[in-house]
């Protein structure tokens, strides 16, 4: 099994990837691999940092391989920043790595999964590193698409764009790779929008199926402006525990790490001149829990709109597939008491909610306005 084979359904756009490993005429300096969410497209890159590293093009079984994939390989570095932003102080850092020799490499591989998360300033930054990179370095971007990346670093970048693999494929894959029953898997798969890592999840986590049921039953349970507003506020909940579960424990082993750096006993008083570093870390800590809530409320509104997708095919009389097959009861409940309009409607506030929150609108009132507009207005004829 080589490094390819986990990047499902992709065969044909990682072809100028493969072709670069095996042609050195086909090889440069600066990629870009964009792809929807989900596409595996940081996989992706680290399939291709580990088959650089590999003597054999990427086997899958040697050390080379192995460590690339995991993010131990002394001259592969993975950045995925779980901040709502790249600092420029982390480019810079890189920068600095990448004018580096690889210590025992081929190469001296960089790979940074959140592209789209530098600011114009960031990107100004590494442009000159991605302009004239040393001989033996490669930088590997990634980003949802080419434009969520300056144009000055995108038009230095060969781009490699993914597809969203069909279901069929990453159902296959949860089964191969986890063992999960092919019916199950192939439900998770629909119902992540062949999400690689989300149907993963909801396939080994019953908790994490239960909580996405939770959220589609906001579309029937929403009746009046009472359950509108209940209904928002138990969504910023769910968010904020899940940051809080997710991060707590991380949180508090980073403080304890640090206060024994600095050499300050729990309990102690600490001095005025190592207040700053404990500053910054509450601060890095707080940024993470932030992108970990809007991550979560990105979900929801992407749940949502996948079972209102639904509705409109069945309103319409569309030979498609549902997304949420195991909800086709409801679904169908749904379409046959509100009207086509009313499901656009509540499509399009969906949307609005989603561009708010990533206006940095306060959650609340993005989600409380979201769910007025979800309230059935227009009945259907019948």
Not at 34 to 57: D, H, M, W
Not at 94 to 119: C, F, H, K, N, Q
Not at 197 to 210: F, I, K, N
Not at 319 to 337: F, S
Request: glycine content about 6%.
């Amino acid at each position: 099994m080589t490094v390819w084979d986990e990047v499902v359904g992709q065969e044909r756009p990682v072809g100028p990837l493969r072709a670069a490993i095996d042609d050195p005429g086909s090889m440069t300096h600066a990629w870009l691999i964009t792809g929807p969410p989900g596409s595996g497209r940081s996989y992706a890159a680290r399939a291709f940092a580990a088959a650089l590293q590999c003597e054999r093009g990427g086997c899958g079984e040697c050390r080379e391989c192995t460590t690339a994939i995991a993010g131990s390989h002394a001259d592969v570095t993975l950045v995925a920043t779980e901040k709502v932003t790249i600092a420029i102080s982390e480019v810079r850092d890189l920068i600095s790595l990448a004018a580096t020799s690889p210590s025992r490499g081929r190469w001296r591989v960089i790979v940074v999964e959140d592209a789209d998360r530098m600011a114009e300033r960031t990107s100004n930054v590494l442009l000159k590193s991605i302009e004239e990179p040393p001989p033996r370095t490669v930088w590997v971007l990634c980003a949802p698409s080419p434009q969520d990346v300056a144009v000055t670093i995108r038009s230095r970048c060969r781009v490699v764009g993914l597809r969203t693999p069909d279901p069929e494929d990453v159902a296959r894959l949860l089964t191969a790779r986890d063992g999960t029953d092919p019916a199950l898997a192939l439900e998770c798969a629909l119902a992540a929008q062949s999400h690689i890592g989300v149907a993963r999840r909801l396939a080994r986590d019953p908790e994490a199926r239960a909580r996405r049921d939770q959220v589609l039953a906001l579309a029937t349970d929403i009746r009046g402006v009472g359950d509108a507003i209940f209904a928002a506020a138990d969504l910023v909940e769910v968010a904020e525990t899940d940051a809080k579960a997710a991060t707590e424990e991380r949180d508090a082993e980073e403080r304890a790490q640090l206060m024994a750096t600095l050499g300050v006993e729990d309990g102690t008083r600490i001095a005025p001149a190592l207040r700053a570093q404990l500053r910054q870390l509450e601060e890095d800590q707080k940024r993470r829990a932030t992108r970990h809530k809007r991550d979560v409320f990105d979900r929801a509104i992407t749940d949502l709109m996948s079972l209102y997708r639904d509705v409109v095919i069945v309103q319409t009389g569309a030979t498609v597939r549902l997304v949420n097959v195991a909800h086709e009861g409801h679904i169908r409940d749904l379409a046959a008491r509100t009207a086509l309009a009313d499901t656009m409607r509540c499509l399009d506030a969906l949307g609005t909610a989603r561009e708010r929150l990533a206006g940095n609108v306060a959650p609340l009132l993005a989600l409380e306005a979201m769910a007025l507009e979800l309230r059935p207005r227009t009945p259907a004829r019948r």
